[in-house]
């Protein structure tokens, strides 16, 4: 946790709500969100319970599993949610636009532009807490390698129409959310707590009900005492009354109400199987009790969502969320495309070469998410250069120089008084952004005199009068004092700028600095490259097993044989 | 340099028969001779060598490339930062003066230390057609990685294999045949900004370290080791031995007694002096500040660390070792100060200038990785700390701040780790299918936090 975290943290404990980490918004919020809040029942991984979803917050659908155990009920929940999410998936598929794209021509090996479509929108899934990512993944495992009847007349048990589609649609959406600062796919925890801090911890800030409590408390009460009740406030029956989040259920809900109220259902089925007077209308309450039940588990959490929503939406988007939504744009795009192409779900395991692709696209994008939301906001940009990564100040002289090649280029040097703490060190890269929205590079180029800014190379020296003018460095508290403290005195540093001024001798108006303008260099590069082109998976090499089995099947070893368990 | 002590130094691999001196020379030359003739001769695409710290492995990695090169195969030489590759260049052509050498280089600005410009047979480009031809190609698995369309080395030589990542593996494993995989197994593994779980557990998961991919995958190569380390004294190697390689134990390639530390000025009994005298007179100080949860840069650590340090310079320490026949000054640039996180090391950067000291090298684990000094003054990763996560409790992290000396080594850190790590179980999930690393971070803490318990000076600033 960064410093400015803790300390935003601090406040909000003394100040009884959470503090803003952020001024705006770091993520896209579509127009219309598909939320999707869904429950697993206990002790069975992957058995769905029930779930609300839709995109009107004030008409949810609720979908229940009236008794998990049994398949049939399961796969009917699947096909029910597969009608209502896969029409919402493919309303985007349509309105595109056209996209200029340099591709390798096959025959000539050269680099020539194509036309690709591009979907103008993507849409977008919103669930409660990090959890509920995790169930989409496993929703999406458990059912892209069905088979239905049509894809396959053999298959035993086959799968109604387009859950393996879903299956591979919430595969591809979990999958993304892995990206850093992927939008396709967001839970409600994790992009508030990327916008507020509250004054408890990380892991009970994944709890939707008390990170609300915090960021949103009721009238005239704490943010910890709100947050108290959403965790552990009980009716007079022992009831939750904020229930969790989910997809996991609260255990006295489990016991008091759902078991009952199941094993009525069950008993009710068994008479109406054997045709006893009354039990189809016995079996119809039952189950209308079960729905009943859950909307009330389901509810407080779809709500908490959408208010969740109203608050992040009332934060201004952030400059470069654009862009980045823009790659999500390209991903929802592609696998529209895999699918329309009818290629096949995606593997259970990545080989050796799409591993360390997805690994280096990640961290990639983990660098742009930084530069980005440090350079859209100066709460963040705050953070860094409390980190010791940027710094800030005002530019307090400019003096012209160029470099000694044979074309001289220039390479003004420019004195910048700040107060911030970077982490410096000789030649140093630095980058700040220029009117124009481009970057600046410049290296950093020593401490120089605050009186008079010539003697820019006296590095050594300055450096020392600084670190000991702040309070004491040779005292107890200086040591922290000089790297951080408010009053730790100014230092000017000289940067050499060393591109951004166009392509002349003289560089272009408008791109040095002038005396007096206030500038932020950053030590992080703002639009990091990605990393070397990897091989092809069919040139794996023998370090990494070879060129992945062609023989094998894609969906890896055989199945575990069928035990008498699994047919329960 | 033969051990003072054999018995005793025998005693704590259990190796050597009784009676039987060992010659650290003679295992390390035995080593040495077996990795070449796998690498020269043998008929596996794969040559692994596992060094402990100091054991020799830029040595090896010199010897093997110039062995090579002589015998007509030309080679490619993989490291992981600009630094070891021009550190390895320098020691290739300072070897060999006429062998022909390419530094390939990135095409930023400064791309190489100009040190090398200076040897007539180096060649640096940042183009690999400009190199063909030459015996030696060394250049960071990161350039590499953008090679393409040439035709593949028949051998390479990986460094700090350990230290690398198995994508980046994957990135230049097409570039050669057949390769001597050189590292130390106990130093930092790599890591990834972004997680890595889903692929935890398969043989390719790419945020492993490259030599792990390459033996799950290829599990019958020769693996070799260095059996000694020249780098830490009699007093150092067998703590960090039984600490950090409890299966793989080496032994110091010096004696007790053959490096000495003395001061020119006596004890003036505060904290710092009395804690150098103890380093000096054992190998090991423990400075240990009063139990206190504290901010990252705990202000009395940093300053205690400071004043170490400068108490170390005033007192005019000088050392002897088998280097010199005469005692040697340890002067700034023999002296390193180790910390754990780059805030940390910045605040003992000013806390130095502030005392007026310069010269000294003050890094974190990660950077002071592969480098050597006389005596080092490390601040302890948990200190201060009111919890032990994975980062803090890395086994790595431990053993490259305590293998750095060659003389004495100085922590310093607050009172009640022991406890922080008997509440702070570690909490790692277990993943299937990924090995389980021994010792893990909470057993190697332990073990030398009990060690430097022997050595404590309790001091309150």
Redesign the interface.
């Known amino acids: 946790m960064s410093l400015i975290t803790t300390l935003a943290r601090m406040e909000a404990v003394r100040e009884g709500r959470a503090q803003p980490l952020t001024t705006v918004r770091h993520r896209h919020l579509s127009e219309r969100p598909l939320a999707f809040v869904p429950l697993t029942t206990a002790g069975e991984a992957g058995a769905p319970l029930g779930a609300m979803v839709g995109t009107d917050r004030d008409a949810p659908r609720l979908l229940i599993v009236a008794q998990p155990r049994d398949r049939d009920l399961r796969f009917a929940f699947l096909a029910e949610l597969a009608e209502e999410i896969q029409p919402y998936l493919d309303s985007y598929a349509d309105g595109i636009e056209l996209e200029e794209r340099k591709e390798t021509d096959p025959e000539t090996g050269k680099k020539v532009p194509v036309q690709v479509e591009l979907c103008e929108d993507a849409p977008q899934l919103l669930v409660p807490s990090a959890a509920g990512v995790a169930f989409v993944r496993l929703l999406g495992r458990s059912m892209r390698f069905r088979r239905t009847a049509e894809q396959d007349p053999e298959t035993p048990f086959p799968a109604p129409a387009r859950v393996p589609l879903l299956g591979r649609w919430l595969t591809h959406y979990g999958e993304r959310s892995?990206v850093?600062g992927s939008c396709l796919l967001l839970s409600l925890t994790e992009l508030l707590s990327r916008h507020w801090a509250t004054g408890q911890s990380n892991l009970e800030d994944q709890h939707l009900g008390s990170l609300l409590a915090w960021v949103d408390p009721p009238e005239g009460v704490s943010g910890a005492e709100a947050a108290l009740r959403a965790e552990s406030e009980r009716d007079a029956h022992g009831q939750l009354r904020c229930p969790p989040a989910g997809p996991a259920t609260d255990p006295a809900f489990d016991n008091k109400l759902l078991a009952p109220a199941m094993s009525r259902y069950d008993a009710a089925r068994a008479e109406a199987s054997q045709g006893v007077a009354g039990g189809e209308a016995r079996l119809r309450l039952a189950e209308e009790e079960l729905r009943r039940l859950l909307a009330s588990q389901l509810r407080p959490t779809w709500d908490a969502l959408w208010r969740g929503v109203d608050l992040l939406r009332s934060l201004p988007e952030g400059a470069r969320v654009t862009d980045r939504w823009r790659r999500d744009r390209w991903s929802y795009t592609g696998h529209r495309d895999r699918v329309r192409a009818g290629e096949p779900p995606q593997p259970k395991?990545?080989?050796?070469?799409t591993?360390?692709q997805?690994?280096?696209a990640?961290?990639t994008?983990?660098?742009q998410l930084d530069a980005h939301e440090a350079l859209d906001d100066p709460l963040v940009m705050a953070g860094r250069r409390l980190?010791?990564e940027a710094f800030a100040g005002e530019v307090i002289d400019v003096e012209m120089a160029w470099s000694d090649a044979k074309v001289p280029r220039p390479r003004p040097l420019v004195t910048v008084r700040t107060e911030d703490?970077p982490?410096l060190a000789e030649?140093v890269k630095l980058h700040r952004v220029v009117a124009d929205g481009k970057a600046q590079s410049g290296e950093f180029a020593g401490f120089a005199d605050m009186d008079g800014p010539e003697g820019a190379d006296e590095s050594?020296e300055s450096?020392?009068s600084g670190?000991?003018g702040?309070a004491d460095?040779?005292?107890?508290?200086?040591?922290?004092?000089?790297?951080?403290g408010p009053g730790g005195a100014a230092r000017a540093l000289v940067v050499r700028l060393?591109g951004g001024m166009g392509r002349g001798k003289q560089p272009e108006p408008g791109t040095v600095p002038e005396k007096g303008d206030r500038v932020c260099w950053t030590l992080f590069e703002h639009a990091p490259r990605g990393?070397?082109?990897?091989?092809d998976p069919e040139?794996?090499?023998?370090?990494?097993?070879?060129p992945p089995d062609a023989a094998a099947p894609a969906q890896g070893p055989e199945p575990d044989p069928m035990t008498e368990e699994d047919y329960l | 340099m033969i051990g003072a002590d054999p018995a005793a130094a025998a005693a704590h691999t259990g190796r050597a028969r009784a009676g039987e001196p060992f010659d650290p020379s003679a295992a390390a030359a035995r080593a040495t001779e077996a990795i070449l003739r796998d690498t020269l001769h043998g008929a596996d695409?794969?040559v692994v060598v596992d060094s402990p710290p100091g054991a020799g492995k830029s040595t090896l990695v010199v010897r093997a490339a110039r062995e090579l090169a002589a015998a007509g195969r030309p080679l490619m030489v993989v490291a992981q930062t600009n630094a070891q590759v021009d550190d390895l260049v320098d020691r290739l052509a300072t070897a060999d003066p006429d062998l022909p050498v390419g530094r390939l280089h990135s095409s930023d600005?400064?791309p190489y230390d100009p040190v090398l410009d200076g040897h007539a047979a180096v060649r640096a480009s940042a183009k690999i057609a400009d190199l063909a031809g030459l015996d030696i190609v060394v250049s960071t698995a990161?350039k590499w990685?953008?090679i393409?369309n040439v035709e593949p080395w028949r051998h390479a030589i990986v460094d700090e294999a350990y230290q690398m990542r198995?994508?980046a593996?994957?990135?230049v494993?097409?570039l050669f045949e057949r390769a001597l995989f050189v590292g130390d197994p106990g130093q930092l593994d790599p890591f990834?900004?972004?997680?890595?779980d889903?692929?935890a557990g398969?043989?390719?998961?790419?945020?492993a370290s490259?030599v792990t991919?390459?033996l799950a995958?290829?599990p019958r190569l020769p693996q070799h080791r260095l059996p000694v380390s020249w780098r830490l004294p009699a007093s150092a190697a067998p703590l960090v031995s039984a600490a950090f390689y409890p299966y793989t134990p080496f032994r110091s390639g010096t004696g007790h007694g053959e490096r000495r530390l003395s001061f020119g000025v006596a004890s003036d009994g505060t904290g710092p002096d009395r804690v150098l005298d103890e380093a000096a007179a054992s190998g090991w100080g423990l400075l240990e500040l009063p139990a206190r949860r504290t901010?990252r840069?705990d202000?009395?650590a940093?300053?205690a660390v400071?004043q170490v340090v400068r108490r170390l310079l005033d007192r005019g320490a000088v050392a002897v070792s088998e280097r010199s026949e005469e005692p040697l000054p340890v002067a700034a640039d023999r002296i390193a100060v180790g910390t754990a996180h780059?805030?940390q090391a910045?605040?003992?950067r000013?806390?130095l200038?502030?005392?007026?000291v310069?010269g000294v090298t003050v890094d974190t684990a990660n950077r002071l990785q592969g480098r050597e000094f006389d005596v080092t003054v490390v601040l302890h990763p948990l200190s201060g700390r009111p919890d032990a996560t994975a980062f803090h409790l890395e086994t790595g992290r431990l053993c490259v701040l305590t293998s750095r000396h060659r003389q004495a080594c100085v922590v310093v850190c607050r009172a009640g780790v022991t406890e922080l790590l008997d509440e702070h179980p570690s909490t790692e999930p277990v993943q299937l299918g990924v090995t389980v690393k021994f010792p893990d971070g909470w057993e190697a803490n332990h073990a030398v936090l009990a060690h430097l318990a022997e050595h404590r000076v309790a001091w309150r600033?």
């Open positions: 892995r850093p395991r990545d080989d050796a070469v591993a360390a997805k690994l280096a990640r961290e994008a983990q660098a980190a010791g703490r982490h030649r050594g450096d020392e670190g000991a702040g460095a040779s005292d107890d508290t200086g040591a922290s004092g000089a790297e951080y060393t990393g070397p082109e990897l091989p040139s794996t090499p023998w370090t990494h097993g070879g | 695409r794969g600005p400064h990161a990685a953008h393409k198995s994508d593996l994957l990135a494993a097409g990834s900004v972004v997680g890595a889903q692929w398969l043989s390719y998961d790419p945020s490259a991919t390459l995958h290829n901010p840069t202000p009395e940093v300053a400071a780059r805030d910045a605040a003992v000013a806390a200038t502030g005392l007026g310069s600033p």
